[in-house]
């Protein structure tokens, strides 16, 4: 008999995992806890799980964007609108009749394996439901993670995931801000709330610096011009781009940033057009690391001080399982090894999409995962032993973030090209190999 499969979430990754395992025939059941699909690009989302901003528009461009099996709408813009995200989404929904499959407003409270295999799922509604897969899609940018500053500070604070923009959920007009944090949010934020018909005085706290790189070059969206191939060392190309990066972005420092700590590639660099502008016309000035708070006044590491009346912390989410015990499972300072990003050794009814940070983008990435998702479901792809899952664990690690300065940031790292190649030319033949071996999968081509 065909197991049965449960996905936790309708964003991006849920998404995906169910239009794929769909294709292969395994039927399923997607619990969401919104009314809505598209999870973190469901602005203002009513579960308070989406970190999207009334300004967001997406940092990667359209061309990186598309779900193989559904073209994004070629009228959209490079970037696009949060809004136009939502509306592929729903598009691609709509398609392949994915909603169907949704039960909404019915999360899933707690989950718990049983013994010998398969999942217990109590849900929302009451109800006590049994499968035998699990999908875990419930996304990474949603539980905020808050820097702990020596003192207390007795001005307003809020993280970024509840900033909606200068009015919602502070008045920030007229005010002195300081943002802490380098990422794309930061930035956005920062120069959005730096803009002189505010009226605000904002400072930007950056503890290890950033490399930032355009949005454009030569006209065209930089991103369609790097494309990391399989078949040169990736340390290589990462050189080959640190040597070109002054030339198309200078360095930070020269409009104001602290002198980055690491070399590009070795943090996620920013990707901004604006920043520099802002930096470099006074609008916006930066700062070092904080030190330490007394009342509103913050002091930095430079032994330089300043009042303010508002902090915003762009400074990350934690990963966060809230459906499973912690004794079971959870990933401390966000390290969560799993095999090709989404299998933990020891499950075999167990696998995650969409835990990473995927360059150039999650789109394709969580697709690409979702093919290898209904393999394993449909029996036609077979994990490897537990020893050499964990060696391909540690050697992944090392190639996709062992370069990269130690961060509950910068855990999940992974380039999609690498990846994709990886998983279409190695790991799903080779998967279909292992469950013919052992009997689970036809013999015969393909």
Request: with cysteine; aromatic share 10%.
């Amino acid at each position: 008999m065909a197991p049965t499969a449960a996905i936790i979430g309708a964003g991006i990754s849920g998404l995906t995992a169910g239009k794929m395992l769909g294709d292969y025939g395994v039927g399923y059941s997607c619990f969401e806890s919104s009314d809505r699909i598209g999870g973190n690009w469901a602005f203002g989302n009513p579960n308070g799980r989406s970190s999207a901003y009334r300004s967001l528009h997406i940092d990667t461009s359209k061309h990186q964007l598309s779900f193989r099996d559904f073209p994004i709408p070629a009228e959209f813009p490079d970037f696009p609108h949060h809004t136009q995200i939502k509306q592929y989404l729903d598009g691609y929904a709509a398609a392949f009749g994915l909603t169907d499959r949704i039960e909404f407003g019915n999360e899933v409270l707690h989950a718990r394996r049983v013994p010998g295999g398969g999942w217990e799922l109590d849900t929302q509604r009451g109800q006590r439901r049994h499968f035998d897969l699990l999908v875990v899609a419930n996304g990474h940018h949603w539980d905020p993670r808050f820097p702990q500053f020596d003192g207390e500070f007795t001005g307003e604070r809020i993280h970024s995931h509840a900033y909606v923009d200068p009015h919602d959920p502070l008045e920030l007009t007229g005010k002195s801000i300081l943002v802490v944090g380098i990422g794309n949010s930061a930035a956005d934020i920062a120069v959005e709330l730096s803009s002189k018909t505010l009226r605000n005085e904002v400072t930007l706290s950056t503890r290890s610096g950033a490399w930032v790189v355009p949005k454009y070059i030569a006209g065209a969206p930089a991103d369609k011009y790097f494309r990391a191939t399989p078949h040169l060392p990736l340390s290589w190309q990462r050189k080959l781009v640190q040597l070109l990066q002054p030339l198309a972005a200078g360095r930070p420092q020269d409009y104001g940033l602290p002198t980055p700590n690491h070399k590009l590639f070795e943090a996620h660099p920013t990707q901004s057009v604006e920043l520099p502008v802002r930096l470099g016309s006074g609008d916006l000035v930066a700062n070092g690391d904080v030190a330490r708070v007394d009342g509103r006044t913050v002091h930095f590491q430079d032994g330089s001080s300043g009042q303010f009346d508002v902090i915003v912390c762009a400074t990350g989410y934690n990963i966060t399982f809230p459906f499973f015990d912690e004794e079971f499972l959870s990933a401390p300072d966000n390290h969560f090894p799993l095999y090709k990003r989404m299998f933990k050794p020891g499950f075999d009814d167990l696998a995650f999409a969409g835990f990473a940070q995927a360059v150039p983008t999650l789109f394709p990435f969580v697709e690409c995962q979702a093919r290898l998702l209904a393999a394993w479901a449909a029996e036609l792809y077979r994990l490897p032993p537990i020893a050499e899952m964990q060696r391909v664990i540690t050697a992944d690690e090392r190639r996709f973030i062992g370069h990269m300065v130690p961060s509950a940031r910068h855990t999940q790292q992974v380039d999609y090209f690498i990846y994709e190649h990886d998983l279409r030319t190695r790991e799903l033949p080779e998967g279909l190999r292992r469950a013919r071996a052992a009997g689970i999968a036809p013999s015969g081509g393909g």
